[in-house]
């Protein structure tokens, strides 16, 4: 089996710093396709549908057609990364108040996962 080589401990910023470099050799390699499927609800302030909120979200990041556009980043947000995060535009989207209460709360409804396995190693004894 070919080593696979993993570099750590890079800080940014910090061009004095080393790299430790990890050689793991005696792995198994697997490959998947991995399907997520997340319905999410979204509640927005209601300011968020106002001219106002809308024309500056669409001079400081990207232009939407309207609040829908709005919501719908909101959903992508909360299922690609997660709760209790601040995103530009919607400030703490979280599906929790703790540790205080967020700017846009969302809810996971369903979640539904399925994995196909692609490529496996070959084991030899």
Known sequence: MTPTTFIVGIPAND???YAEVCVMSDVLKYRFRVTIEREI???LPAHFASDEYLKDFREGLW???GVDDVAKYAAHMAADIGSGYN???L???SDSDFPK???VRF???ESDMESELLEKPKITA
């Open 41 to 43: 609800e979204v509640d």
């Open 91 to 93: 400030g703490l989207l």
């Open 15 to 17: 061009p004095d710093y």
């Open 101 to 103: 209460p967020p700017d």
């Open 107 to 109: 809810r996971e409804v």
């Open 87 to 89: 995103h530009d535009g």
């Open 63 to 65: 232009y939407v057609e």
